[in-house]
């Protein structure tokens, strides 16, 4: 007991003093860690000099790429893009490439540089960047003149191309106005205002016929002028054709053969650029009266608008004519099928034109206050901002000095409108920056409002939008995620699909490729229209039922009509109209399974591993390839496929060191789809060889197929994310990406991934983003790119 009593107060002394010990050993410990921070000289310098510089230096500079600016510490904020572009490599295996082993310190060096990053960020404000004022491009123009004035304005066959950078064309630092184009505003704007008040002249009636000289041998004296004609495989006929003025017109649809006494009939429509116009139910059976001896003739009368457009007669959802050998189509004791389209016109309209309604707010004739409303109701909507006196004051002197030179009021309304059409305030896009604003400031909601609808719409914001922004309740959080969900619903979205998607998917560049007829008969206008088709429709439906953006690159569904399912060898899809088609998983799935990705990604007579490898990097994985050296040997053409298969020439190919090392990174993916010709059509020889769609990544995933290749993708979602979010947000701002932009598109990708990287939801991030909602100020430093 007395040696338990002696303890006690030992054992106490003693657990104080180890506790003490303890707590000094931990303290000293966590000084000893501060004190052994790694620098960059301990933690990055050795991979650099070690590693990296052995093909990425001013002596060698492997893929174009000199990492020698790299090797200080203050490079990491100086040189912040060039170090993001090295971590992204890294850590998707691709740095250094295999076989090389990883370097010892490279995850030590992958953790400094983030941490450091971080310090940055929390260091620095953020920069939202700054867009330049630019002009409306070409799309978004005439959808600014169908919203303002109801008037279709055919810009593609009236202005220049645009300019295009960065993948887009409404990039601000990119796009320019040429004489020529300065010159094409001013007969637009002529034009365009007499079109919009109905005030055009109309010509005595012309007359127009159109018939397909392949199947129309029969008959003679009949001819097309300002457009062409052809047959498609199902029965339809199509034409294009220039309208020279808006008005009515009389169609004239031929119809040759007949089906017998028993046929039953069918439902005959008349489609404009893809709408519908016309439809009535026509009889099969042999007609009472022909014309030259050959045709039935059908008569009706719709609205056409002027310009160049494509229209198509022919029977809807025609069961008969879909159980026909293609031989039978075009006979005429076998078929009925369209064989003439012919236009007379124009004559006057009877409805009043739609631009009329919108300008004529008032009876222009009850007085000048009238007009004065006229002509602000006009130039708010145009220059898309409240105007004052100082801007209606110029159009008001316009109307009174057209009456003065013996005009009409309406004659004076159409002067002032062409004046509004040539204004800077109409033809540019400008922000300001308010006088002693702060180097990064938040936009006014005006300007929000124009953002947000050229984003949405590539159009001016309508009068809901427009208004709440005028009122100043447009950037309260509830109202912008409310206008944002109306703006989505609206029919004008469609306008992402059309240019968001048809140039990050390059879809545009169908109109331009020319497969070798020789080589794939399969080709025409049609079968192009149906490639295009099935991919907006695709990228349409992911946004709209905000489907995971992983449907991108393996969905088990797509949008197919008839030829387009016989092309992929799918059956059960009958009939011209476009429906959700289930996939069986194999040789289809996700956009690099359509056909205009992998007509696009093609040579006019062959397929091309590295066009479509780079396509991958460069739009699925944000990792594009540096541009190819000079003096690169093309391969022998004539070889391929028979004395050598394409991955054999490949090969060696990548014997060169110089070519190796990006061929690495796209041969394997653009393997993977070999199985599809230059049109896409599914393949399992290449000539004589049989394909091999094998292939490793610079990661080492190893995979067999474009089916396996897109599993492969999938497992790089947050690669993919990041990819889609850097150009959405480039095209929503309209402007390129630069290093100030990482921390905005870490922030959306992060958010966006707890969401589960839903499509729609990456709209919404955009433009509640910092960049979308702010500027910098002109005189602010821009950070180093």
Not at 286 to 292: G, I, R
Not at 451 to 480: C, V
Not at 511 to 527: I, M, Q, T, Y
Not at 669 to 681: H, P, Q, S
Request: charged content about 25%; aromatic content about 8%.
């Amino acid at each position: 007991m007395k040696l338990a009593a002696r303890t006690g107060p030992i054992l106490l002394v003693l657990g104080c003093a180890i506790a003490f010990m303890q707590a000094q050993t931990a303290q000293t410990s966590g000084s000893a860690k501060k004190d052994v921070t790694p620098s960059f000289e301990d933690a990055v310098r050795p991979v650099l000099r070690q590693t990296c510089f052995k093909c990425h230096s001013a002596q060698i500079s492997s893929g174009g790429l000199n990492l020698e600016s790299l090797d200080i510490a203050d490079s990491l904020a100086s040189h912040r893009e060039d170090w993001t572009m090295v971590l992204q490599r890294i850590k998707a295996g691709e740095m250094p490439p295999p076989p090389a082993p990883k370097p010892a310190g490279l995850d030590r060096m992958i953790s400094y540089i983030e941490r450091q990053f971080a310090a940055l960020d929390r260091n620095t404000q953020a920069d939202p960047g700054r867009i330049t004022a630019r002009h409306l491009n070409r799309v978004e123009y005439r959808n600014t003149i169908r919203d303002l004035l109801g008037v279709d304005f055919q810009t593609a066959q009236e202005f220049p191309v645009d300019d295009s950078g960065e993948g887009f064309d409404n990039i601000g630092d990119i796009l320019s106005i040429s004489p020529l184009l300065a010159e094409k505003y001013l007969s637009a704007a002529e034009r365009i205002a007499a079109r919009a008040l109905g005030s055009v002249k109309l010509p005595p009636a012309l007359s127009a016929s159109y018939a397909d000289d392949d199947h129309y041998s029969e008959v003679v004296g009949i001819t097309g002028n300002s457009g062409s004609a052809h047959s498609t495989g199902t029965g339809f006929i199509e034409v294009t054709h220039r309208v020279e003025y808006d008005g009515d017109y009389v169609i004239q649809a031929g119809l040759a053969g007949q089906r017998g006494a028993d046929a039953k009939p069918v439902t005959m429509g008349f489609w404009m650029d893809g709408k519908l116009l016309h439809s009535e139910e026509v009889q099969t059976t042999p007609p009472k009266t022909v014309y030259f001896g050959a045709y039935e003739r059908k008569e009706f009368k719709v609205f056409l608008p002027e310009g160049v457009h494509t229209f198509r007669l022919g029977f809807a959802n025609d069961e008969y004519a879909a159980k026909l050998p293609k031989a039978k189509i075009f006979d005429l004791k076998t078929n009925k099928y369209p064989q003439l389209i012919g236009f007379q016109g124009p004559e006057p309209s009877a409805e009043e034109p739609a631009g009329r309604k919108a300008i004529l707010i008032c009876d222009p004739k009850s007085g000048p206050a009238c007009v004065d409303r006229i002509l602000s109701n006009l130039a708010r909507h145009a220059y898309r901002r409240p105007v004052s006196e100082k801007d209606v004051a110029p159009l008001r002197t316009l109307v009174a000095t057209a009456q003065h030179e013996g005009l009409t009021l309406q004659q004076g309304i159409e002067t002032a409108i062409q004046a509004v059409l040539v204004s800077p305030n109409f033809l540019f896009r400008i922000e300001r920056d308010p006088r002693d604003a702060p180097p990064i400031h938040r936009i006014t909601d005006v300007e929000l409002a124009s953002r947000l609808s050229y984003f949405l719409w590539s159009s001016m914001p309508d009068d809901e939008l427009l208004g709440l922004a005028e009122a100043g309740k447009l950037s309260d959080p509830k109202n912008l995620q409310a206008q944002v969900k109306r703006m989505l619903a609206d029919s004008r979205s469609a306008a992402l699909a059309d240019n968001f998607a048809g140039q990050w998917l390059e879809l545009r560049n169908l109109d331009s490729v020319k497969p070798d007829p020789d080589k794939f008969p399969e080709w025409g206008p049609e079968l192009r229209e149906a490639m295009r088709t099935e991919t907006r429709m695709f990228f349409d439906y992911i946004l709209r039922e905000n489907r995971p953006i992983s449907d991108f690159l393996d969905a088990n569904y797509s949008f197919l009509n008839e030829q387009l399912a016989k092309f992929y060898g799918i059956e059960g899809v009958t009939g011209p109209d476009f429906r959700r088609v289930e996939l069986t998983p194999g040789q289809r799935g996700g956009v690099l399974s359509q056909a205009s990705v992998l007509t696009v990604s093609s040579y006019p007579s062959r397929t091309s591993v590295v066009l479509r490898g780079k396509y991958i990097l460069e739009n699925i994985l944000g990792s594009p390839p540096p541009p190819p050296p000079a003096n690169v040997p093309a391969l022998d053409e004539d070889s391929v496929g028979t004395s050598l298969s394409l991955r054999q020439q490949m090969e060696r190919h990548r014997e060169d060191p110089t070519c190796a090392s990006c061929h690495a990174k796209m041969d394997p993916l653009g393997f993977a789809l070999e199985n599809y010709n230059a049109i896409g059509k599914w393949r399992t020889m290449d000539g004589k060889f049989p394909v091999d769609s094998t292939g490793t990544l610079a990661d080492g995933t190893s995979f067999t197929g474009p089916a396996e290749m897109r599993q492969a993708l999938i497992h790089r979602l947050p690669q993919f994310a990041e990819c889609l979010t850097s150009k959405m947000l480039e095209y929503a701002l309209g402007r390129g990406i630069g290093s100030n932009d990482q921390r905005a598109i870490a922030s959306i990708t992060r958010d966006w991934e707890a969401q589960g990287y839903h499509f729609e939801t990456l709209i919404y991030e955009i433009v509640n983003s910092l960049p979308f909602q702010n500027r910098r100020v002109e005189t602010a430093k821009e950070p180093t790119r």
